[in-house]
């Protein structure tokens, strides 16, 4: 589904009502309709979220970039009605801390307009379900002794029954490294976003020099992680597969 940017004005206040599945490739539309159609002396900005249905960290990037440019006094934004999977996104990311979130349209335009306290904020969610700005089901603690399965064996032939298991096995890596080139380009969002997150949130800004080396060091960082994810999911599917083969044993 195409996303959709749909603006409105109500009562002085400027409303964004989007539509859609937010990537890192709708994304870069969602900063262009957000840069034609709020002007620099724009007070009041409300990203209404109620049909998202999923949104990358660029997609969290372009809201904390709005957030900027509304980070002065006499000046509000503000993000309302996020369905749930976004609303954990916000939570996982830490987005929900800095930046207001409403449950409702007439409650961000309450606290707009000072006829109500401000505010709701998420709670932070302790467990999470869903998909993540990674594409990817949240990753568990991993041991630290998981065993990569495309160099575990005893070294013995394979059999006739294995040979099967061994080409899905080779078809899932293969899988997996595809996937894996996307999550390079999701971590690249993550580490952007991140930056920038950091910079509102501190209320610095970083030097040139020191963004690029705060960003290769937040870029490897997360790439030891995705490495532990990767052995960590092919061994997930390798005990699948044990698991229904010991399962079916029992039907002979």
């Known amino acids: 589904m195409t996303p959709t940017f749909t ?8 409303i964004a009502r989007i539509c859609g599945r937010i990537d890192s490739v709708a994304a870069y539309d969602f900063e262009l309709s957000t840069n034609k159609n709020v002007s620099d002396d724009e007070k009041r900005l409300i990203f209404d979220m109620q049909d998202v249905t999923f949104i990358s960290s660029s ?15 006499g000046m509000a934004f503000g993000l309302c009605s996020l369905p749930q999977l976004v609303s954990e996104v916000m ?4 987005f929900d801390q800095i ?25 932070p969610q302790d467990e999470v379900a869903g998909e993540l700005s990674t594409g990817t089901s949240p990753a568990t603690e991993l041991p630290p002794d ?7 064996g005893t070294g013995a032939p394979a059999t006739a029954t294995e040979e099967p298991r061994n080409e899905l096995m080779h078809q899932l890596e293969i899988n997996l490294r595809i996937n894996f080139g996307t999550m390079r380009d999701s971590i690249g969002d993550i580490t ?54 010991a399962t079916l044993k029992g039907h002979r």
């Open 91 to 94: 939570g996982i990311s830490g």
């Open 59 to 73: 997609g969290l990037r372009v809201c904390l970039l709005t957030a900027k440019r509304f980070n002065h006094p």
């Open 146 to 152: 998981v065993t990569d399965v495309r160099t575990a």
């Open 192 to 245: 952007a976003y991140s930056i920038e997150k950091y910079e509102y949130s501190e209320g610095v800004t970083l030097s040139p020099a020191a963004k690029t080396k705060a960003s290769d060091e937040v870029h490897a960082a997360l790439w030891l992680i995705a490495e532990r994810l990767k052995k960590h999911r092919l061994q997930a599917i390798s005990d699948m597969f044990e698991a229904a083969e």
């Open 99 to 123: 930046i207001p979130i409403y449950p409702t349209e007439a409650s961000a335009f309450g606290a707009f307009l000072g006829q109500s306290a401000g505010a709701v904020q998420e709670p």
């Open 7 to 14: 603006w409105e004005r109500k009562q002085g206040v400027l």
